[in-house]
C-alpha cells in the first residue's frame, strides 16, 4: 500500500481513467483506437489501484475466476457475431444500413461523427475491449501476485 | 447450406469451443472433456465432407464478410480486397492430419492429464491450437497466415511449458517462444516486403505480380529461414529436442502436426507464390540440402540420446529432412516437364506421403512415450526395463510404431520412403542411398530403446495404461497398418491431388482471379 497521496490522487483519477477507456472503446469505429486499446486503458486503471492499494486489499476486491469469466464471454461474443452473419457469410456484416441497432449509413464527408453507424463493428469493439480489460487485468493481478511473493522472500 | 460454409466452420468452431471450455469447465470437468471431444470429432466429420467437396470439384474458394461466400473481386475490383479461404488438395490433406490428431490427442488426454490440474486452459489452448493450424492450412493470404502462425505459436509455447513444476519445461517453453518469435519475425518481415512492392496480401494476387527482383529474394529467403525454422529443419532445430521432449505426450504429437503445417506454408511459398516466376533448380536443391542434412544430423543425435522423449525428438527431426528431400526434388525439377512427369512428381508424392505417415507414426510412439512415463513417473532409458510383462499393448503399439518409423513393411513408413527412394535414385543417387542409411540407423537406434526399455526382467513398479490412452494408441496403429497394406489407395485419393495441387499453380491463381 503507498502513501496517502497516491491513493487520493488514485480515487480521483480513477473514473477518469475508465471513463476515457470505454470511450475509446464505444468510438472504435469513429476515432483511432479500438476494442484493443481502450481494454488497455482500463486495464491500466486496474495497474494504477494495484499499485496504489496493493495487492492484498485488491484482492478483495476482484478476483481473477470472474475475471477469466469476462475474458471467455468477451471472446466467445467476439465469435459468435462472427457466426450471427454466417447466413450470408461468416463475419458478414449484417447490421450495417439495415436501419436497426448501428444501421444508420455511415455519412460521407467532413462530419462530427455518427456514432450509430457501422454495424456489428462496436459490438466487436465491445467484445474484444471486454476481452482485453479482462485479459490484461489478470495479467496484471498474477504480475503483483508474482511481485508480492519476491517481496516475503 | 453448411456446405458453402465448411471452411469457415472448420476454423470457427473449434475457435469458439476454446472460449467456452473455460466456462464449462466451472459446471463438470467430465462434461468439459466430452465436450472438447464432441467439437473436434464433429470438426474430423466436416473436415471429411470438405475433402470430398474439394476433391470432387476442385479449389473451393471462402471470402470471409462477403455478400456470398464465392464472390472474390465484388463490382470493379481488380484484386480482392477480403479475406480469403482457399482450400485445395494440399490445404485439405493437412486439414486431415490436423483433425486426426488432435481428435486422437484429446481423447488420449482424457486419463494422460486426469491428475494435473488448470485443465481448462489446457484444452482451451489444445483448441485454440486446432484451430490455428486449420486456419495456416486453409488461408489464401500471407497476412493471415501469419496471424495463424502467431496463434499456434502461443499456444503451443502455453502447452510446452504446461508443466510448471518442472523448470526444465519453463526453460523448453521459453526457447520454444523465443525461436517461434524469431521465425514468425522473418516471415512478417518477408510479408511486409511484398506488401511494400505488391500492394497485396493475397497469395494469388501476389503470385501474379511477383517480379523475383532483388528485394524478392530477400523475402524469399526470409520466409524460407523462418518456415523452415518453425518446420524444425536443420540448422534451425535446436528447439525441438526441448520442446518435444518437455510437452504433454498428446500435445508432443499435435506439435508434430503443428510443425508440418508450417512445412505447408514452406510449400505453399516455394510452389504457388514463388513458383510461377523462378527457375527453382536452385531453390530445389536448398531444400534438398536443408532435407539431407535434417536426416543425418537428425539420426546421429538421436542415437546416443539416454531420455526416451527427446530420442524421438531427434527422430522427427531427421523424419522431416525425408518430407523435404521428397517435395525438394519435385521443386528442383518443377520447370522441366520430362523430368517432372517421370520422377519429379513421385517424389513429391513420396515426401507429402510421409507427411501424414510421420504425423500417424510419430504420434503413435510419442503417445507410447507418454503411456511409459505414466506408467513409471521415469523418463530415462537406463532407469527403464521389463515393460513388456505389464504393459502389453503399449509395447504391441511400439514396435507397430517402431516398425513404421524404420521403414519395414507391411506398415506405412516403409510404403512412402520406397516412393522416396525410387524416385529421388533417378534424380540423384546419392541422395538416396543417405537416405537409406539414415533408415537403417533409425531401425538401430530404436531397436535399443525397445531392448532397454520393453525386454529384460521386471525392475521397476508399472501401473496399467487406461482404457482411453490404449483407444487412441489403438486408432493410430489401425491407421498406419491400413496405410501399409494399400498404399495404392491412399496415393491415388489423398496424395496425388495434394502434389497436383502444388504442381498447378495456375489453378491456385485462377481460382482467385479468374481466368487469369
Redesign the interface.
Known amino acids: 500500500m503507498m502513501s496517502k497521496i497516491v491513493r487520493t490522487i488514485t480515487n480521483i483519477l480513477y473514473s477518469s481513467i475508465l471513463i476515457f477507456g470505454f470511450y475509446i472503446i464505444m468510438h472504435g469505429h469513429l476515432t483511432p483506437g479500438g476494442g484493443f486499446q481502450g481494454g488497455a486503458v482500463v486495464a491500466s486503471g486496474i495497474a494504477l489501484v494495484l499499485i496504489a492499494y496493493g495487492y492484498d486489499t485488491v484482492k478483495s476486491w476482484m478476483k481473477k475466476s470472474n475475471l ?2 469476462l ?3 468477451g ?2 461474443g467476439f ?2 457475431i ?2 450471427l ?2 447466413g ?6 449484417f447490421l450495417a444500413n439495415s436501419g436497426g441497432l448501428f444501421g444508420d449509413p455511415t455519412v460521407i464527408g467532413i462530419n462530427p461523427g455518427n456514432l450509430d453507424t457501422s454495424g456489428v463493428l462496436p459490438l466487436m469493439n465491445w467484445a474484444v475491449g471486454l476481452k482485453v480489460l479482462a485479459g490484461l487485468g489478470s495479467v496484471v493481478l498474477l504480475m503483483a501476485y508474482g511481485i508480492r511473493k519476491g517481496d516475503e522472500e | 447450406m453448411i456446405n458453402e460454409h465448411l471452411p469457415a466452420l472448420i476454423i470457427g468452431i473449434p475457435l469458439l469451443a476454446a472460449f467456452a471450455t473455460p466456462l464449462i469447465s466451472k459446471i463438470n470437468d467430465k462434461l468439459r472433456n466430452i465436450f472438447v471431444i464432441g467439437i473436434l470429432g464433429a470438426t474430423l466429420c466436416l473436415v471429411i465432407s470438405l475433402a470430398f467437396n474439394v476433391f470432387n470439384n476442385g479449389i473451393f474458394v471462402y471470402v470471409m464478410g462477403a455478400k456470398s461466400p464465392g464472390l472474390t473481386l465484388p463490382s470493379g475490383y481488380k484484386m480482392p480486397v477480403r479475406i480469403i479461404l482457399e482450400v485445395d488438395g494440399m490445404s485439405i490433406f493437412m486439414a486431415i492430419i490436423t483433425s486426426i490428431v488432435s481428435l486422437l490427442g484429446a481423447i488420449y488426454s482424457w486419463a494422460f492429464m486426469h491428475k494435473e490440474t488448470g485443465k481448462d486452459k489446457y484444452y482451451t489452448l489444445l483448441l485454440i491450437l486446432a484451430a490455428g493450424m486449420f486456419g495456416m492450412e486453409f488461408t489464401g493470404d500471407m497476412f493471415n497466415f501469419f496471424v495463424f502462425l502467431e496463434i499456434t505459436s502461443i499456444a503451443a509455447c502455453g502447452l510446452v511449458g504446461f508443466r510448471i513444476n518442472r523448470g526444465e519445461s519453463s526453460e523448453a517453453a521459453f526457447k520454444t517462444m523465443v525461436m517461434y518469435t524469431l521465425g514468425a519475425l522473418f516471415v512478417l518481415f518477408a510479408i511486409g516486403i511484398l506488401y511494400g512492392e505488391y500492394d497485396a496480401l493475397n497469395i494469388a494476387t501476389l503470385a501474379s505480380r511477383i517480379r523475383y527482383t532483388m528485394l524478392d529474394k530477400i523475402a524469399l529467403g526470409l520466409l524460407v529461414t523462418g518456415l523452415a525454422m518453425k518446420a524444425g529443419a536443420v540448422p534451425m532445430h535446436m528447439w525441438v529436442p526441448d520442446a518435444y521432449a518437455e510437452a504433454p505426450a498428446p500435445i508432443t504429437m499435435i506439435l508434430v502436426a503443428n510443425s508440418q503445417a508450417s512445412l505447408y506454408g514452406l510449400f505453399r511459398v516455394c510452389f504457388t507464390l514463388y513458383g510461377l516466376t523462378i527457375s527453382t533448380y536452385t531453390l530445389g536443391w536448398i531444400i534438398i540440402i536443408l532435407g539431407v542434412l535434417s536426416m543425418f544430423i537428425g539420426v546421429t543425435m538421436a542415437l546416443i540420446q539416454k531420455k526416451i522423449k527427446r530420442l524421438m525428438a531427434y527422430h522427427a527431426i531427421s523424419q522431416t529432412g525425408y518430407m523435404l528431400l521428397g517435395v525438394g526434388v519435385g521443386l528442383a525439377v518443377l520447370s522441366d516437364a520430362n523430368a517432372l512427369n517421370t520422377y519429379g512428381l513421385k517424389a513429391m508424392e513420396g515426401g507429402i506421403f510421409h507427411i501424414m505417415n510421420h504425423a500417424m507414426y510419430k504420434g503413435l510412439l510419442f503417445l507410447t512415450a507418454g503411456a511409459v512415463i505414466y506408467a513409471t513417473g521415469k523418463r530415462n532409458l537406463n532407469e527403464l526395463g521389463g515393460l513388456a510383462h505389464k504393459m502389453k499393448f503399449t509395447a504391441i503399439f511400439f514396435i507397430i510404431g517402431a516398425a513404421a518409423i524404420a521403414g519395414l513393411p507391411p506398415f506405412n513408413g516403409f510404403a512412402s520412403k520406397l516412393i522416396i527412394y525410387e524416385s529421388v535414385y533417378k534424380f540423384n543417387p546419392m541422395l538416396s542411398v543417405i537416405a537409406m542409411l539414415v533408415s537403417i540407423l533409425t531401425l538401430a537406434s530404436f531397436v535399443k530403446v525397445f531392448q532397454s526399455a520393453f525386454l529384460g526382467p521386471e525392475i521397476i513398479e508399472v501401473k496399467k495404461e487406461p482404457k482411453s490412452m490404449i483407444f487412441a494408441m489403438l486408432c493410430l496403429s489401425v491407421i498406419i497398418i491400413a496405410f501399409g497394406l494399400f498404399p495404392d489407395i491412399v496415393v491415388d485419393k489423398i496424395v496425388a491431388p495434394a502434389a497436383n495441387a502444388l504442381v498447378n499453380s495456375m489453378q491456385y491463381i485462377a481460382a482467385i482471379l479468374g481466368g487469369a
Request: aromatic fraction near 22%; charge should be negative.
Open positions: 477469466s469469466v475474458e471467455s464471454i471472446a466467445l465469435i459468435g462472427a457466426f452473419g454466417i450470408t457469410t461468416f463475419f458478414y456484416n
